[in-house]
């Protein structure tokens, strides 16, 4: 599992998780912290990835470059709790390669 991409993930505890994500199945941030079992189901991922409802808001804690928001994700980080400047909705970061070392902190419940 080459492809596999290590992250840090801050739980809403504050404990930290060292994860590996895979990269070759188009899977997003908050589907790793579902399937990690790092929020508890039904507090992330609500809208079922279509940025829509904001669960899956994290805070960006590295300097990893990631892809620039588009649309709809800034348009709901401007009505959501809790946004941050390095604010990112999870479902819209797709784990790439280029992802690796990326370390996030899950934003509070809203
Ligand atoms: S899962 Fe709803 S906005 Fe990301």
Redesign the pocket.
Known sequence: MEQDVNIKIIDRDGVAHDVLAPTDMAMNL?EVVRSYELAPEGT??????????????CYVISETELPEMQDD?EA?LSEAFYVKDNSR????IQITPEMEGLEVELAPES
């Open positions: 908050m992330i991922g609500v809208c079922g990835g279509m940025a829509m409802c904001a669960s899956c808001q994700e709901m909705l999870g479902c819209q």
